[in-house]
């Protein structure tokens, strides 16, 4: 199988999301104060700026459905690829932008990536390492979202301060760069989700047409009332569609979202519901203070005095990272809530432009965001089987989406038709941003309080193994319907899904002479299988054998057998098809003349599995099959046998396909192929 050099390692694809998910985040906050410059550099009108923002966030909310959808029919890694390269394309039009016409293209590319990228890179990252790394994990998607988000006002106002906006716009192309280079260097194929699945175009057409209309209304509310008809009819036609395609997926038999799994329990609608309440009280405690803070003050000033909001998501990131394997992840986001209310009413306080206050303001929003949305996600998740993941992180983020980017504008058209002043406007616009932030918090007890669900320890065995949920979710207002809530399922005992390090193996033990088998590395590819045929020439027929497929949640690790299904994002589905290609190795192996057994073994990244199960098995020899590369490809694609020949002691046999011996001049029929400093032997495709 094709991977890339650092495939199944934890922090190259902790990089990767990190760079496919901070341009466009950290650009939707940080574009506001450069909006004049922009504009009057490329002839657009701040109706026209407006409307590029909007289509860009409408992409981004109706791109989580689509990305859903392909990742049921299409290899979920390389479509991964193919959001990364339109990432880069988005970036680099926009911050090339002759005119409004690329500039607009340029927004709706990236935020059209950034969702697909977050829909198609969260399940690898959360459920395709062992549980230790779940913390981090949520660490950095807290912090890819809302760290991105918190450092938006500075990098604007500082790019603002120096009268330009392209070089801001080149650095997010770079990172976009980075991402797409990230993405190849941790490729390692996976599958399609379910490729019997049915193709949704009436999903996919309620969400993007929603999505545009209704945020297409919104942008116009910078030069129309709210209740005008070239506002109102694109924006509650839009969320008419929306709410549609809601009810279709509540209804349907083979939803593409699942709906009807997230709005009938009851944990899952307060997380829901907490995160579309934090979504829509932010803006208010950010974009709109912002907005009249620069009325008094520099846009670099501004931008200066929101850091602590940055400092805030990091110590709150971390809180996550602590408690999300504890009952206590349940109080954050109630906690978060909080703390946004009680931002907002110290913003309230700090206008003017009391700047002690704003520093104030600023780290308590950014405690409060740190705390609601991402934690809400998750305790969302947790309700669920893992997966489920991919299609609950796109419901939260498209009516996320709706809630953040719809409610904006309409607070800030709020601010200058509630009153003449616009001081007195923007405390309006807060007020509903601290009703907003109370109501939230009231929701979630209520839905807790109504439907029996109390906070539980989650667990993360069952949850990543993808047996059942990490927690026992009511049904929805149970106790008031008076239906009982049945207890959370118990296992026998917790289960290791990580993998220790291979233990070092002394150069003495290679003297001795050992019955061990030979271990043969199959991921069920051409490459995989010549190799176990050849082997017999090379090492002779009779011995023990071990075929060994690793394995792993999400990025799978090897080829299914034609025509094969199976839910990548379900451990227990990916463990039994692993056993299935093994035990179809073993039996070529036995029609090759060994005496062969099989087993299939999960580990990250893939020569890791490899080595551990040859030495567990006292192997005295690794074979395996290389796929041949040169120039660039060479370059930016790994080598798994060459890993593995560097990380054991046990010597490793390369056995070359037939093709490529025939093409190779450097290697004699029947000279004995080169080792690892010895002569060893192994089967694994690339």
Known sequence: MRQGPFAGRYPAVAVMVTFALIPYLALSAAIEPLVPTITAQLGMTPQMMSLASGLANAAYAAGTVLAVQLAQHLPQRRMLLAYAVVL??????????????????????LGLATSMLLIAAAPSLTIGFPKKRLPQTAMIMNMCVFGAVAIGPFIGGV??????????????AGIAVLALAMAVLTFEDAPPADPTAPRDLRA????AAGCVLAFAGAARLTTHGLFDVEVALP???????????????FRARRPLLTVRAVLTSSIPVAGVGLALFAAAASVAATSLTAAALMDELSAFRVGLLYLPELGGAIVMAVVFGVVISRRAMHYLPLVGMVLLAAGIVVFQLALPANQPLVLLG????????????????????FSLQSNSLQRVFAIIELLRAVAAFLVAPILANIVVSASADRLDGTRHALWIGFGLAIAGAVFGIAVYALS?????????????????????????????????????????????????????IAESDLDRATPGPICFAYDGSDLARSAIVAAPGLVGPGRDAVVVCVWQPADVGFTPPPGEYFDPNNAHEVARMAERVAAAGALLAEQAGFRARSVAVEAAPTWQGIVFAAQAEKARLI????????????????????????????????????????????????????????????????
Request: aromatic letters at 6%.
């Open 623 to 686: 074979v395996l099959g290389p796929h041949p590369r040169g120039g660039l490809l060479a370059a930016l694609q790994g080598s798994v046998s060459a890993t593995v020949a560097a990380h054991t002691a046990i010597p490793v046999l390369f056995v070359p396909s037939p093709a490529d011996t025939e093409t190779d001049k450097t290697v004699e029929s029947g000279a004995s192929p080169q080792v690892n400093g010895r002569s060893a032997a192994v089967g694994v495709g690339e």
């Open 362 to 381: 600023a780290a308590l929003t950014g405690l409060a965001l740190g705390a609601t949305v991402a934690p809400a996600l998750f305790v969302t998740g």
């Open 88 to 109: 880069v394309v988005g970036a680099v039009v926009t911050a090339g932008a002759l005119n409004g016409v690329m500039f607009t293209f340029g927004l709706i590319f």
């Open 452 to 504: 029996g669900a109390r906070p539980q320890k989650p667990d993360l065995d069952r949850f990543l193994d993808g047996d059942a949920a990490a927690w026992h979710s009511p049904p929805l207002l149970a106790r008031l319907r008076g239906t009982a809530a049945a207890p959370a399922p118990t296992r026998s005992g917790p289960v290791d899904r990580g993998l220790p390090a291979p233990a070092p």
């Open 204 to 207: 996919i057409g309620l969400a």
């Open 159 to 172: 790019q603002s301060a120096a009268g330009q906006w392209r070089p801001l716009f080149w650095i997010i």
């Open 235 to 249: 924006m509650f036609v839009g969320l008419a569609l929306i709410v549609t395609l809601i009810t279709y997926q």
